[in-house]
């Protein structure tokens, strides 16, 4: 009771919170616009005319109307997309740039896949893992970063300009509904189980707060300072809840409190999937090791490390997995170029000198050169120096020193978990950090011109495409686990991840969005379609909070059943919505 009662104290504190900002925020001044719904209103000014006017145009006057309308910029990014669309291709091919954005898109997903999987993940396990964090700590912090990454970031992005804040929206509430209707009822078909009942229900009743303070927000319209640090303190106190509930049931099983330790991955999944980047003859097995010892030469050692393919493994997957291969290798390679990996399940921590050394310098040329656009790195220093240049020189100075200093055998102090920083580790979090942030960015970009082009609103295109992208990867490992024997963690990751994504995702998206321009975060929700998206994930919610007690945690193939079809019908809604087949009765 100690923890519900909490729980209900914090929900309760929350609203009041939410309602005394409400009473309050006329007095904040006048608040920033993002738009929820279908048009941007802008940010401190009048926008003018919407980029979805450009459709109305006669070909001949659309370029001139996407280069002279302020809403068509796009904010961010390397790729000027609608630009692309209206002034490069004539529009006669149209249909070719669409297509063309349509598999550029695809391939974003791809690279925010890699990046987190097999650069991003690893080195939060070896922050973590030096941090000595227990697995209920790591999971619900670091695990859940990590698994929810692309989600948040482009929830960071989308909620950074007011024109693609209904992106945001349609992702998070979009994302929630698939996870916790197609990926739970999918789980429930595949191993039908019974789940664990107090995680269970600690982690429902945490989202429909969540959801409902959502909901709030967007009745009343804006989201003040206090709200959105009202979302990451919210988060703060469900990890405090989740470790308290943890050391409460084990000291009543009589086992005491865990014991801080390593936190290592439950469930391992396929080889591919847990090959570190840069592996060595070594890791191979026994039979491809060498008969007689020898020490590597540092050519030898950068190269293979740099190659992203196994040729052992080459030869004995099927075709469409050498095929995605393909696709996958010059992402991987450049991420192995620029992103270092420490990977504590190794003997030397995955320590390879040369490469490492070369991380050094490109490394935090990438942070600068992704940082606005590249604007930081191009910027010069008392108009003569660049700062690209300065970094280059820093790092190859630093590398320089750090080559002469160490040895290709054995991983350095700075490498190893023993020395509190991990300075690899902490760069490479950031360099794929700044990785996923870039295509993140990209990504928002080519919804909005996608939308502009076809008229869609943000929200039905976060709700689909971008919620869809951002859950096919916990869609299919959470099926995976599933079908190895795991259903109830399986099940319990919809949940938890997922509660991650909604309180920081809007907590963080907001409260940075107030850094650059005031104190009150303005949504406006002019779209029928917002109110059924917050709706249906309440009401499924609501369902799944009745249904599984009622059936005393035992989920089988009619539960699983009922949440797709839900989750199809409230797409058929959501779409018959948008094309205003379903629309509000004119008064």
């Given at each position: 009771m100690g923890p519900l009662w909490a729980l209900r104290v914090a929900g309760a504190l929350s609203v009041a919170g939410v309602l005394a900002g409400?009473?309050?925020?006329?007095?904040?001044?006048?608040?920033?616009?993002?738009?929820?719904?279908?048009?941007?209103?802008?940010?401190?000014?009048?926008?003018?005319?919407?980029?979805r006017e450009v459709r109305k145009r006669n070909s001949s006057e659309r370029c001139r109307f996407v280069r002279g309308t302020p809403d068509c910029r796009l904010d961010g990014g390397f790729l000027d997309y609608l630009g692309g669309a209206f002034c490069t291709f004539p529009s006669s091919l149209l249909p070719l740039s669409v297509s063309l954005y349509a598999l550029w898109l695809l391939y974003l997903f791809v690279i925010l896949g890699v990046t987190a999987e097999k650069f991003f993940c690893p080195n939060l396990s070896a922050i973590s893992t030096n941090l000595k964090l227990s697995h209920n700590v790591a999971g619900v912090t670091f695990l859940a970063f990590g698994n929810g990454a692309p989600d948040i970031f482009s929830a960071v992005v989308a909620f950074s300009d007011p024109r693609t804040a209904g992106l945001a929206v349609g992702a998070i509430?979009?994302?929630?509904?698939?996870?916790?209707?197609?990926?739970?009822?999918?789980?429930?078909?595949?191993?039908?189980?019974?789940?664990?009942?107090?995680?269970?229900?600690?982690?429902?009743?945490?989202?429909?707060?969540?959801?409902?303070?959502?909901?709030?927000?967007?009745?009343?319209?804006?989201?003040?300072?206090?709200?959105?640090?009202?979302y990451l303190g919210l988060y703060v106190f469900y990890v405090f809840t989740v470790v308290l509930c943890t050391w409460i049931h084990r000291w009543q099983r009589g086992d005491g409190p865990p014991p801080p330790g390593p936190w290592e991955p439950a469930i391992p999944t396929d080889a591919e999937e847990q090959e570190s980047s840069g592996t060595n003859c070594g890791d191979y097995g026994e039979e491809y090791r060498p008969l007689l010892p020898y020490h590597e030469t540092s050519l030898?050692?950068?190269?293979?490390?740099?190659?992203?393919?196994?040729?052992?493994?080459?030869?004995?997957?099927?075709?469409?997995?050498?095929?995605?291969?393909?696709?996958?290798?010059?992402?991987?390679?450049?991420?192995?170029?620029?992103?270092?990996?420490?990977?504590?399940?190794?003997?030397?921590?995955?320590?390879?000198?040369?490469?490492?050394?070369?991380?050094?310098?490109?490394?935090?040329?990438?942070?600068?050169?992704?940082?606005k656009s590249g604007a930081y790195g191009l910027y010069q220093i008392q108009g003569v120096f660049p700062v690209w240049a300065l970094v280059a020189l820093a790092g190859s100075v630093l590398a320089i020193i750090v080559f002469v200093t160490t040895h290709n055998e054995e991983p350095p102090k700075y490498h190893?978990?023993?020395?509190?920083?991990?300075?690899?580790?902490?760069?490479?979090?950031?360099?794929?950090?700044?990785?996923?942030?870039?295509?993140?960015?990209?990504?928002?970009?080519?919804?909005?011109?996608?939308?502009?082009?076809?008229?869609?609103?943000?929200?039905?295109?976060?709700?689909?495409?971008?919620a869809w992208g951002n859950s096919i990867g916990d869609t299919f490992s959470d099926l995976t686990m599933a079908r190895q024997g795991y259903p109830r963690m399986a099940f319990s990751a919809c949940f938890g991840g997922i509660i991650f994504n909604i309180l920081v995702g809007v907590g963080l998206g907001c409260?940075?969005?107030?850094?650059?321009?005031?104190?009150?975060?303005?949504?406006?929700?002019?779209?029928?379609?917002?109110?059924?998206?917050?709706?249906?994930?309440?009401?499924?919610?609501?369902?799944?909070?009745?249904?599984?007690?009622?059936?005393?945690?035992?989920?089988?193939?009619?539960?699983?059943?009922?949440l797709i079809l839900y989750y199809l019908v409230f797409l058929c809604v959501a779409l018959l919505t948008e094309f205003r087949v379903i629309h509000l009765a004119a008064t």
């Open positions: 409400h009473d309050g925020s006329q007095r904040a001044g006048q608040p920033a616009a993002l738009d929820a719904g279908t048009r941007g209103d802008g940010v401190g000014h009048d926008r003018g005319v919407d980029c509430f979009g994302a929630g509904i698939f996870v916790t209707t197609v990926v739970a009822g999918g789980i429930a078909l595949v191993k039908p189980f019974a789940a664990a009942s107090r995680p269970f229900l600690r982690d429902v009743i945490f989202y429909m707060v969540a959801v409902f303070l959502t909901f709030l927000v967007l009745y009343f319209g804006y989201i003040t300072l206090g709200e959105a640090l009202g030898h050692i950068l190269s293979t490390a740099l190659s992203p393919l196994d040729k052992h493994k080459w030869r004995r997957k099927p075709w469409y997995w050498r095929l995605f291969k393909v696709l996958k290798v010059p992402v991987e390679l450049v991420l192995l170029l620029t992103v270092p990996v420490v990977d504590p399940d190794k003997d030397d921590l995955n320590w390879k000198r040369p490469l490492n050394c070369l991380h050094i310098v490109t490394g935090p040329l990438l942070c600068i050169f992704t940082l190893c978990l023993t020395w509190s920083w991990q300075v690899f580790a902490f760069l490479g979090f950031l360099s794929s950090a700044m990785w996923i942030n870039a295509a993140a960015t990209e990504l928002v970009n080519i919804l909005r011109t996608l939308g502009i082009i076809f008229e869609l609103s943000n929200t039905v295109l976060g709700l689909t495409l971008l409260l940075l969005q107030m850094t650059n321009s005031q104190m009150v975060v303005k949504l406006e929700p002019d779209s029928l379609l917002v109110w059924i998206l917050a709706g249906a994930l309440g009401l499924s919610l609501v369902f799944s909070f009745v249904a599984v007690p009622a059936q005393c945690f035992q989920l089988g193939k009619a539960y699983g059943t009922c």
